[in-house]
């Protein structure tokens, strides 16, 4: 059993999944520069197949007191859709028909996305040729007033109208404990405090900061030693 498994996952990483190895590879250089980064795997209606995709760390939002990603109550991802991508996932049945209309704008960057940019040689038009439209896909426990507890759901949203275009369960129906099913995977550089992990940059941040504060009470110590020298000689 566990050598089927085995063949059958890696035909479909290797056969089924083309574009696997690209995707995770990318995940993989982001992870020291992010401090963490994340994976996910859904399955695409118009393909019939498992799709791998890197979702990197600008695109996760977590709320302020999370101590782990997994952990969390709120798990939010922003979806950079085209305005031909958020059509099809209408026509497949996956969002509601609210006849939005389509951006006109490039869409709010963070400034990491802007360095990337910059490093890519990308520079933004002003305006939005392929209508991307955000989406916030929010994993959240909640409890609806048909609800006697909270449940795990998928909640999935406009950015600019802030209306809801899907309600999904999230988690399996025969499941008792109602456990919340983990879509998006993390990983991490180094572990540290809080829901996001650190990586390279931040080290050598936190080196610097350090460095320079050490400089300043050098100075300080410096300073204070030379006007107490100049005291005493003028006393």
Same mark, same amino acid.
């Given at each position: 059993?566990?050598?089927?498994? *085995? ?21 993989? *250089? ?10 996910? $795997?859904?399955?695409?209606?118009? @393909? ?5 995709e ?7 939002? @977590?709320?302020?007191?999370?101590? #782990?990603?997994?952990? %969390? ?10 305005? $031909? ?8 049945? @996956? ?14 960057? =963070?400034?990491?996305?802007?360095? #990337?940019?910059?490093?890519? !040689? ?5 305006? #939005? ?8 896909? =929010? ?10 507890? %909270? ?20 988690y399996?129906?025969?499941? =008792? ?21 650190? !990586? ?6 936190? @080196?610097? $900061?350090?460095?320079q504060?050490? $400089? ?20």
């Amino acid at each position: 059993k566990a050598k089927r498994k *085995t063949r059958f996952m890696n035909w479909q990483i290797t056969e089924q999944m083309p574009e696997f190895r690209a995707e995770f590879e990318q995940m993989e *250089t982001q992870v020291p520069l992010g401090g963490s980064q994340y994976f996910t $795997l859904y399955y695409d209606q118009q @393909l019939k197949r498992p799709m791998p995709e890197f979702v990197p760390v600008d695109d996760i939002l @977590l709320p302020f007191a999370t101590s #782990n990603f997994y952990s %969390a109550q709120r798990k939010t991802r922003v979806l950079h859709l085209t305005q $031909l991508e958020f059509e099809r996932r209408i026509e497949a049945g @996956l969002y509601r028909d609210l006849d939005l209309v389509p951006e006109s704008m490039d869409p709010e960057s =963070t400034p990491a996305e802007e360095a #990337n940019r910059k490093i890519e !040689g990308k520079s933004p038009s002003g305006y #939005n040729e392929d209508g991307l439209r955000d989406v916030y896909e =929010t994993y959240v426990l909640y409890q609806f007033e048909h609800d006697d507890k %909270a449940y795990p759901y998928l909640v999935v949203t406009d950015k600019a109208t802030e209306k809801n275009l899907a309600v999904y369960r999230n988690y399996y129906p025969d499941d =008792t404990r109602c456990k919340a099913i983990d879509h998006i995977f993390e990983f991490d550089f180094i572990r540290w405090r809080g829901s996001y992990g650190i !990586g390279i940059p931040h080290i050598g941040q936190r @080196l610097s $900061l350090e460095g320079q504060a050490d $400089l300043g009470h050098l100075v300080q110590a410096g300073a204070g030693g030379w006007w107490q020298r100049i005291t005493r000689q003028t006393s």
